[in-house]
T-cell receptor, first 113, second 114 residues
Framework: DAGVIQSPRHEVTEMGQEVTLRCKPI?????LFWYRQTMMRGLELLIY????????DSGMPEDRFSAKMPNASFSTLKIQPSEPRDSAVYFCASQGIYNSPLHFGNGTRLTVT | AQKITQTQPGMFVQEKEAVTLDCTYD???????LFWYKQPSSGEMIFLIY??????QNATEGRYSLNFQKARKSANLVISASQLGDSAMYFC???????????FGTGTSLTVIP
């Protein structure tokens, strides 16, 4: 079991640039979550998918953020244009069945200068 | 509204002693799940233990146990025989009350002193 795989591990970009974060969930998991972690706000749920369909995107901060899941093995979180306040660690997590634990990737540390 | 509350920003414990990390939650849904995660300084999120709202017994996993008091809406994590490797941030999380969202507390930083 390879676990949840996120790429890149670190991303440094300039304000205004587009950023794309990638996630490969654990095979067979039906749910996929995107979280953002900052010192000020802790762990925030941005969006989650069930069977590739977005179920709740109420945590997406604004229209600059978008997430897609084109198939069961891949999801992206895109920020366009990026701003310094988007600097955070972004986690992807997958879940096998309802109410089972989330399995997290190692996160992407994003720095926007 | 705050759904998960962890009131201890930082805790210290002597090696080999037991420590309790507090967590209270707020929900009116009778069906929910409570989870604890560990985040070491390396940053990954590690699942530790789960308690379902209908479970009659407190969950245990090795040195971890969950002191579940449903009427008080608390789900405290107990770590027995602390080890230096237990030094980390610990997060309490709740699934629900509606949908499959997981809400996390602000975390408790645990430092184990040799």
């Amino acid at each position: 079991d390879a676990g949840v795989i996120q790429s890149p591990r670190h991303e440094v970009t300039e304000m205004g640039q587009e950023v794309t974060l990638r996630c490969k969930p654990i095979s067979g998991h039906d749910y996929l979550f995107w979280y953002r972690q900052t010192m000020m706000r802790g762990l925030e749920l941005l969006i989650y998918f069930n069977n590739n369909v977005p179920i709740d995107d109420s945590g997406m901060p604004e229209d600059r953020f978008s997430a897609k899941m084109p198939n069961a093995s891949f999801s992206t979180l895109k920020i366009q244009p990026s701003e310094p306040r988007d600097s955070a660690v972004y986690f992807c997590a997958s879940q096998g069945i309802y109410n089972s634990p989330l399995h997290f990737g190692n996160g992407t540390r994003l720095t926007v200068t | 509204a705050q759904k998960i509350t962890q009131t201890q920003p930082g805790m210290f414990v002597q090696e080999k002693e037991a420590v309790t990390l507090d967590c209270t939650y707020d929900t009116s849904d009778p069906s929910y799940g409570l989870f604890w995660y560990k985040q070491p300084s390396s940053g990954e999120m590690i699942f530790l233990i789960y308690q379902g709202s209908y479970d009659q017994q407190n969950a245990t996993e090795g040195r971890y146990s969950l002191n579940f008091q449903k009427a008080r809406k608390s789900a405290n994590l107990v770590i027995s025989a602390s080890q230096l490797g237990d030094s980390a941030m610990y997060f309490c999380a709740m699934r629900g009350p509606t949908g499959n969202q997981f809400y996390f507390g602000t975390g408790t930083s645990l430092t184990v002193i040799p």
